[in-house]
T-cell receptor
């Protein structure tokens, strides 16, 4: 069974440009999460989808970040325009609908560098 | 809001020595507790978790952790370090009352194993 996959693994862009990160969750997982780790700091929650609906987006930093999950399958996270402080590793995780706590499956992360 | 403290961003141990990675949480109600590991170029992998029951939890690769309510701690240990244990370790908590299963992570501890 394929795990959570994220693309790209690494993106280097200039300030003001746009970047779109993609996450493909494990097939059948209704819950999809985005997290971010800024260098040296903790991994922080960004938002949570249940199928195609945003369940909780309280962690989104500002309106330059837009997450979508059309059809309840893969998800994209767009940063537009990117700022220097957006640099970090963006993790995606998924889980089944009725799951014991902690059964989150993480992808390898997408490292974003904004110059 | 929950917070997680991992003492020591970098820990070095000799091969065969005891591994002790510390984690404390702040919550009046004991949360669900987890340890995740990230090996180089890989995603976060669940090592072990505590949800209920026995406070000493055994995980993969010989790791275990003990939940101590009085100390609000969930330290990770392994009796004998192996070179393959070199990785970054994250402690995380999830609120028992949060059906969204949002995780709060510590800043991570990078473990180096010296031959």
């Amino acid at each position: 069974e394929a795990g959570v996959t994220q693309f790209p693994s690494h993106s280097v862009i200039e300030k003001g440009q746009t970047v779109t990160l993609r996450c493909d969750p494990i097939s059948g997982h209704d819950n999809l999460y985005w997290y971010r780790r800024v260098m040296g700091k903790e991994i922080k929650f960004l938002l949570h989808f249940v199928k195609e609906s945003k369940q909780d987006e309280s962690g989104m930093p500002n309106n330059r970040f837009l997450a979508e999950r059309t059809g309840g399958t893969y998800s994209t996270l767009k940063v537009q325009p990117a700022e220097l402080e957006d640099s970090g590793v963006y993790f995606c995780a998924s889980s089944q609908a009725e799951t014991a706590p902690g059964e989150l499956f993480f992808g390898e992360g997408s490292r974003l560098t904004v110059l | 809001a929950q917070s997680v403290t991992q003492l020591g961003s970098h820990v070095s141990v000799s091969e065969g020595a005891l591994v002790l990675l510390r984690c404390n949480y702040s919550s009046s109600v004991p949360p669900y507790l987890f340890w995740y590991v990230q090996y180089p170029n890989q995603g976060l992998q669940l090592l072990l978790k505590y949800t209920t029951g026995a406070t000493l939890v055994k995980g993969i690769n010989g790791f275990e952790a003990e939940f101590k309510k009085s100390e609000t701690s969930f330290h990770l240990t392994k009796p004998s370090a192996h070179m393959s244990d070199a990785a970054e370790y994250f402690c995380a908590v999830s609120d028992r009352e949060d059906t969204g299963n949002q995780f709060y992570f510590g800043t991570g501890t990078s473990l180096t194993v010296i031959p």
